[in-house]
């Protein structure tokens, strides 16, 4: 038997589970911290390294305790966290500023910037990553900083996602270039691509602001998949979490990509890691370009298979937001959501609400219902933001088969399904796919798994997946809802690409930009 520490960062806490090879998950245990937002700024979304590495202290500690095992005992710990979350670091690799968070858009302007430039130049690495580049990802983050930070442009050594400065800290690696960087964040969110001499070159990237001048070098260096191993956990952090110095630390990845791992995907499965927005991760052995993803990646969730990466920017958030302005709470407003028959409600709700991840990769949209009446409530709003993210799912995964990523079955993962019944029934029957859902959560179970094989516990994550993944149920998709999803999906989808979609022959893709524009004045 071997027992690892599996580490999930997510946007608001972060979970460590101990995990026994034979056993499962022994204990568990979250500490949060604060997300920090602005009223005048939706865009704006923060948070600190050092909040991250206390709580990380606080529930590795509480883990250990919950297990009933000795720190002592715990032979790897691997960690996966949110991105694309960036921070500037200076020397020694200290930060100069706050996480920007995946979720911060400050960056808007910076992505179209270079979006424009990838296709000017044409830059390879952009259609390996949907063809339009994201305000949620490193390069438009980085250049917002050195555009509104000129104070601490010149400290700048370098720039890290998450996943990479936490595992680098914990190994006690304080030079930028011995650092070795995921290629799940690298190929996702920064436009790596191995074929093409790994990141964008120094000439393309000054030809988008002069202020990325020199920035290449200092994000260079080793980029790895994560069944290598990042370093070693120093005596300073083994002390802080209750562990063993010395202890391997693979290097880490994204919290949907490991949480796809850990839900038991295979190839030919889609899984929906659905939280406060979705993750949708798949993996193939040959995959192709795919407009308006967000990677397909080599080695990027399984070290031996294409990763493929799509998702919504929200959901549980919509959902969240529904019930806070009814001043209720989500549990409340779903009581009696079994009841509702498709279609019931005659509204139809795009969860836009934080922009557009996939397919269209447009920040600049806002959530949109149609079909109000005098007597809608917002358990009907609800009901029907649940079947607008089906809906939007469904999108996604017909692009994935327009281009040959078939998907054969759906896993519900996060924390959403587990307590939404109602939720995978309707997601079963607007897909017309099997949904299976983990039987327990499967947060850090993908962490773990990669821990073990640092551990050298199993050889394989095929063999890891067969003994800790959890059991699934199972929704089937229900014949009687076929007819009025079809028909309401064709509706969804006219609307979706006309209203979102930024592009000449569209009749209304300028009406949600212009309300944006017009509220902030």
């Not at 979250?30 to 865009?43: F, I, N, T």
């Not at 990802?137 to 442009?153: E, I, M, T, Y």
């Amino acid at each position: 038997m071997t027992v690892v520490a599996g580490v999930d960062f997510g946007t608001l806490s972060v979970r460590v589970s101990i995990v026994d090879s034979e056993r499962g998950v022994l204990g568990s245990a979250v500490a949060e911290y604060p997300l920090h937002r602005k009223r005048e700024d939706p865009d704006f979304a923060t948070q600190s390294h050092a909040d991250h590495m206390r709580a990380l202290a606080e529930a590795t500690r509480k883990a250990v305790t919950s297990a009933g095992v000795a720190g002592e005992a715990v032979a790897a710990i691997a960690l996966d966290t949110t991105g694309s979350s960036v921070v500037p670091v200076g020397e020694g690799m200290v930060p100069l500023d706050d996480y920007y968070l995946w979720c911060d858009h400050r960056g808007k302007g910076e992505a179209a910037e270079i979006t424009d430039w990838a296709h000017r130049e044409k830059l390879p690495a952009i259609e390996w990553c949907g063809g339009v580049y994201s305000a949620e990802w490193g390069f438009a983050k980085l250049l917002h900083w050195l555009r509104h930070n000129p104070d601490k442009r010149d400290k700048l050594a370098s720039a890290f996602e998450h996943c990479d400065m936490v595992s680098a800290t914990l190994c006690g690696i304080t030079d930028p270039k011995k650092v070795k960087r995921s290629i799940c964040a690298a190929g996702h969110k920064w436009l790596w691509h191995p074929d093409y001499g790994g990141l964008p070159p120094e000439d393309f990237l000054v030809k988008v602001d002069p202020l990325f001048k020199g920035v290449r070098a200092k994000l260079d260096g080793v980029y790895a998949t994560s069944d290598q191993i990042e370093g070693s956990l120093t005596p300073f952090w083994a002390e802080k979490l209750g562990l063993k110095a010395g202890i391997p630390i693979p290097v880490g990845a994204f919290d949907a990509h490991w949480d796809a791992i850990g839900a038991g995907v295979k190839e030919g499965d889609a899984v929906n890691v659905v939280g406060t927005s979705t993750c949708i991760i798949a993996y193939a052995r040959q995959a192709r370009l795919i407009p308006g993803f967000c990677g397909v990646v080599k080695g990027s969730v399984h070290p031996q298979f294409t990763g493929i990466e799509a998702g919504l920017s929200a959901v549980g958030d919509v959902f969240s937001a529904i019930a806070t302005r009814a001043q209720s709470t989500v549990a409340e407003l779903s009581k009696g959501l079994e009841k509702y028959r498709p279609g019931q409600t005659g509204l139809l709700r795009f969860p836009w609400d934080n922009g557009d991840r996939t397919v269209l990769v447009n920040a600049n949209v806002g959530g949109i219902a149609i079909g109000w009446n005098l007597t809608h409530t917002a358990q009907d709003e609800l009901f029907a933001a649940i079947e607008g993210t089906a809906f939007h799912t469904r999108v996604v995964l017909d692009r994935m088969n327009e281009y040959g990523a078939l998907t054969e079955r759906v896993i519900n993962g996060g924390g959403v399904p587990q307590n939404n019944p109602v939720l995978n029934q309707v997601y079963a029957n607007v897909l017309g796919r099997l949904v299976l859902v983990p039987s327990s959560t499967v947060t850090g179970i993908g962490s773990a798994i990669f821990a073990f094989l640092a551990a050298g516990a199993f050889r394989t994550v095929e063999e890891a997946q067969a003994k800790v993944c959890p059991k699934h149920a199972v929704f089937t998709p229900q014949p009687e809802a076929r007819q009025p999803y079809d028909e309401l999906y064709g509706l969804f989808r006219r609307i979706y690409f006309d209203f979102g979609k930024p592009a000449p022959g569209t009749i209304f893709s300028d009406v949600l930009p212009t309300l944006i524009r017009v509220a902030r004045g």
